[in-house]
């Protein structure tokens, strides 16, 4: 049986969170709140921070004696979700992991499509466990990420712009021009599967590249040419680490340099973390970039993403109609309930 997060689980999924798989690792390594307290903020799921927990109580008919539970976290201003941890271990309990794994995924994709959520992300590592139970579960992989870390900024090399070009801090009026960025350096089919192709009625706002970080913890550094933003990096900083992304193309290494070394410059100035970075295959000559940092080279994440099936409610023309009764039918008071979404 599944059922919704109540306060007075909270001491049940603090010894779940204990054997928990993170589901998010931008989240696990820069070390937010943990799915305790994201599930004491919002009693209600979906509601308030817009976390939704969802606990699964042993079912002894299926001979699964383990409890379990996962959470999700709505993206804000957009129709998405992440999930963000899950549990049983499959490591631990690998039979009894994938029926719960998928009974608990099932059930949060409902749930999310019954709130207007379309997408749902997971980013695991490549070699997790728990990938095969995500894919049978309907969770498409999308891109592959290879995690860069660097333990301590010490000295950064002085990088300057080009003549004419200018580094500064992300504004507002950046918005299209960095989508304009973003469009013009990845792959069609990533920009569909993140859901970034935009339509005439959904322009990008400052948030557009966002997940789920507090506002007052990311930075936005771009560099300009003519009006033309060239290349970004964006910052997101927390309580264990801090994530840079990074946006550019092949031929803007120098730019690419410059919002790094800008980067690292604004990062140096907070308490001392670790800070991550993630390049994808289509930024691989990024990879240089950041050895020469001092970043070293770790391992592989897995990007996923499921889309929900809404429903459609169209208002039907009303024609007038004599009510006859016909012979077998079940009376409308009692006609069968419709079938559950899959």
């Given at each position: 049986m599944i059922k919704p997060f109540r306060l007075r689980d909270s001491l049940r999924l603090q010894r779940l969170v204990r054997h928990s798989i993170p589901l998010q690792w931008e989240r696990h390594l820069t070390g937010s709140h943990s799915p305790l307290w994201a599930a004491v903020g919002a009693p209600v799921a979906w509601h308030g921070t817009g976390a939704a927990?969802?606990?699964?109580?042993?079912?002894?008919?299926?001979?699964?004696?383990?409890?379990?539970?996962?959470?999700?976290?709505?993206?804000?201003?957009?129709?998405?979700a992440d999930i963000m941890a899950i549990a049983p271990n499959p490591d631990?309990?690998?039979?009894?992991?994938?029926?719960?794994?998928?009974?608990?995924?099932?059930?949060?994709?409902?749930?999310?499509?019954e709130q207007g959520i379309q997408r749902l992300y997971i980013c695991v590592s490549s070699e997790a466990a728990g990938l095969p139970i995500l894919t049978s579960s309907g969770f498409a992989p999308y891109i592959q990420e290879t995690i860069f870390r660097l333990e301590q900024i010490d000295e950064i090399p002085t990088v300057s712009p080009a003549k004419g070009a200018v580094v500064r801090s992300q504004r507002e009026i950046d918005s299209f021009g960095l989508h304009r960025l973003y469009t013009r350096t990845t792959p069609a089919l990533i920009q569909q599967a993140e859901g970034r192709l935009l339509m005439n009625d959904n322009p990008p706002s400052l948030l557009h590249l966002r997940t789920w970080w507090p506002l007052e913890q990311t930075e936005g550094i771009v560099y300009e040419v003519q009006n033309d933003i060239i290349a970004a990096a964006h910052i997101t900083r927390g309580n264990r680490g801090h994530w840079l992304r990074l946006y550019g193309t092949s031929d803007s290494i120098l730019a690419v340099a410059c919002v790094l070394h800008h980067a690292l410059h604004i990062l140096k100035q907070y308490p001392h973390r670790p800070v991550y970075c993630t390049l994808r295959p289509y930024q691989s000559s990024f990879g240089p970039l950041l050895q020469d940092m001092g970043f070293s080279e770790g391992f592989t994440l897995t990007r996923l993403v499921k889309h929900t099936t809404l429903q459609n409610r169209q208002a039907q023309p009303v024609t007038e109609m004599k009510e006859v009764p016909i012979s077998g039918l079940i009376p409308s008071e009692y006609s069968l309930p419709g079938s559950q979404k899959q």
């Open positions: 927990t969802y606990l699964y109580h042993p079912d002894e008919k299926l001979g699964l004696p383990l409890h379990g539970f996962v959470q999700a976290l709505k993206r804000p201003t957009r129709p998405e631990v309990h690998p039979r009894a992991s994938a029926v719960i794994w998928q009974k608990l995924l099932n059930y949060v994709v409902y749930a999310a499509g």
